[in-house]
């Protein structure tokens, strides 16, 4: 095999390569990849988490948008009719396109924090083709992402990726079991797209606004933060009190709120 100069993580593209195998064998089992399996892993770096989903006979495609880890990838795994290699960026990847059979694809990364937030919300919109996406992210957006109504970490995030996926907050990981090693410690996180939504808005992106301008001035109750778009009346009429601070309301709260403020629009 050729053997390449070892692989310097490059700022730009966020990158905190993974080396714990206990993390990796973790994340494997959390995963629990089957033969049959169509798995697409984004960001793959030097192939860490990427030996494990091959070994278990799944299909894997992965995204990798550092060139310079193209070749590393192809003479590690490029001999495996399972793999391909996709080169290009995440963020504008048409994830779809990989959905050429029945089977829903199942996403795997451990995601720059620097895209995190967009990634997640790009791969989100194309949800319809997805089983279910394990990430590595920084412990705090985990923390936001699972968080429930009146807890510390709830906000905008939170709610718009509930109001997609089941969120489960998996398990944590410290800083050293990457090279170099972040700031910040991890955590992974699965989100599973409902079959059916929970609590279907009328129409999301009302539902982005009315969480967008209640959390502008999170401190701030109901009635002073969405006076732009409902006035107390309105939010009393779908059972919620205007005196509530945007944190104490839940998803099904703002679902509701959201559905009014799109009949308001439609019936002046």
């Given at each position: 095999m050729k053997q390449f100069a070892p692989h310097r993580a490059r700022k730009r593209f966020g990158q905190n390569f993974l080396h714990d195998?206990?993390?990796?064998?973790?994340?494997?089992?959390?995963?629990?990849p089957r033969e049959g399996q169509h798995l697409v892993e984004i960001g793959p770096g030097q192939g860490a988490i990427t030996e494990g989903l091959l070994s278990s006979g799944a299909q894997l495609e992965v995204v990798e948008l550092d060139h310079d880890l193209h070749p590393l990838l192809l003479a590690r795994f490029g001999d495996n009719p399972q793999f391909t290699l996709h080169k290009g960026d995440a963020l504008k990847f048409d994830f779809r396109s990989l959905a050429t059979d029945e089977r829903k694809l199942r996403i795997v990364g451990n995601l720059p924090y620097n895209i995190s937030t967009p990634l997640m919300f790009h791969l989100i919109a194309q949800s319809d083709c997805v089983a279910d996406m394990h990430f590595m992210l920084q412990k705090e957006v985990v923390q936001r992402l699972a968080a429930g109504a009146g807890m510390n970490?709830?906000?905008?995030?939170?709610?718009?990726?509930?109001?997609?996926c089941q969120v489960e907050h998996l398990f944590d990981v410290g800083s050293g079991a990457f090279s170099p090693a972040p700031k910040v410690d991890s955590a992974i996180v699965r989100l599973t797209p409902h079959a059916q939504l929970p609590h279907p808005a009328d129409d999301v992106s009302i539902l982005e606004q009315v969480v967008r301008e209640a959390f502008n001035q999170r401190r701030k109750t109901l009635r002073n933060t969405l006076k732009p778009l409902l006035d107390a009346e309105s939010i009393e009429a779908e059972g919620l009190d205007p005196t509530l601070r945007p944190e104490q309301v839940d998803l099904a709260g703002f679902v509701r709120l959201a559905n009014r403020l799109a009949k308001e629009k439609a019936d002046p």
């Open positions: 195998a206990g993390v990796i064998n973790r994340i494997l089992r959390a995963v629990a970490h709830y906000g905008r995030l939170g709610i718009m990726v509930q109001y997609h």
